[in-house]
């Protein structure tokens, strides 16, 4: 049970964004008091909804969601005003506030911090509405500068970190789909042809791999913290795009097998070679000996659609500088 609510995530990063997000609310919740505001409950809300742990961003704050908060008090101050019950107050704010929810929507989900927080400010208004929605707004404020500040000086987004969880994965995923296919290759079973899903989704988890390479170069370049990893990235990158191509090959490899339904022990040597030099070179070690076999095992094979695919994830192989 606790493998499978772990498996895939890591856990050392949502860990460290719980104790953000505390740590932030906290120390705005402290500000706003000490600035005289009571119950300053908006400064401490903002640091909970703003952070995101997304490692590949210039600062890990969602300025949408700060948006939608600065949205949500405005609209809460606006139906206070309002002269109705508090029922068709409620209602009012949350009709309102969905909708310029659906507007204001982060990614691909509507920002719901806008009907929300209309709501605590609805919940929590007593006294003047008017000095209740200035301190309202500029407890907000506190809470955005706090979320911004702690978010870019404590842990600060780690693409690189990321990036090589990701290429671990990646590896993995080859190592287990080449070996897959060399045995199929080697015994005429035919399995590859209920694999070839899985195929796919790691060829294509491995473009997504890819696409991120240039939010983490920007991230990298805008973060105080992070600058000196740079470096660390363009090796990264190198060996993510290559990964890639195998994946790709992988892919097609599967495919044309499970098409010919071909038993060869040698293709199935040199796709275990193949597999060898792979899972080397994604770990930054020498291959020259393991595509040495796997070319040698290809060597004079007259099989066109196999060997050529075969050749060629070789000749990508080789391609990767140093």
Excluded: C, Y
């Excluded at 920002?111 to 008017?130: C, K, Q, R, T, W």
């Excluded at 079973?189 to 696409?211: K, N, P, Y």
């Amino acid at each position: 049970m606790i493998r499978r609510l772990t498996a895939g995530r890591d856990l050392v990063t949502e860990l460290r964004l719980a104790i953000k997000m505390t740590l932030g609310g906290t120390i705005a919740w402290w500000i706003a008091s000490e600035l005289g505001a009571q119950r300053p409950l908006f400064a401490a809300l903002v640091p909970l909804v703003a952070m995101t742990g997304d490692p590949f961003a210039a600062v890990s704050v969602s300025i949408g969601r700060i948006v939608g908060v600065f949205a949500g008090v405005g609209l809460g101050v606006a139906v206070t005003h309002v002269d109705v019950g508090s029922t068709w107050r409620v209602a009012l704010a949350l009709a309102a506030g969905t909708l310029i929810a659906i507007v204001l929507r982060v990614g691909e989900r509507p920002n719901l911090e806008v009907p929300i927080a209309a709501l605590f400010l609805i919940g929590f208004a007593s006294g003047s509405v008017s000095e209740l929605g200035v301190q309202r707004i500029w407890e907000t404020a506190i809470g955005a500068v706090v979320a911004i500040v702690v978010a870019t000086l404590l842990w600060p987004p780690d693409p690189v970190r990321e990036l090589a969880r990701r290429l671990t994965r990646l590896r993995q995923a080859l190592a287990a789909d080449l070996a897959a296919i060399a045995d199929d290759l080697a015994t005429g079973s035919g399995a590859t042809s209920e694999q070839l899903d899985d195929l796919r989704e790691h060829s294509l988890d491995a473009v997504r791999d890819v696409f991120e390479l240039a939010p983490a170069g920007r991230a990298l370049r805008f973060s105080p913290l992070r600058h000196r990893d740079v470096p660390r990235l363009d090796e990264l990158a190198r060996r993510i795009n290559l990964g890639a191509r195998v994946a790709r090959h992988a892919r097609s490899l599967g495919r044309d097998v499970a098409d010919t339904h071909l038993r060869d022990p040698a293709l199935a040597a040199a796709t275990r070679h193949l597999a060898d030099a792979t899972d080397r070179l994604l770990q930054g070690q020498d291959a020259q000996e393991a595509l040495e076999r796997a070319e040698s095992a290809l060597t004079g094979r007259s099989d066109a659609v196999v060997s050529a695919q075969l050749r060629q994830l070789a000749a990508d192989l080789r391609s990767l500088p140093g």
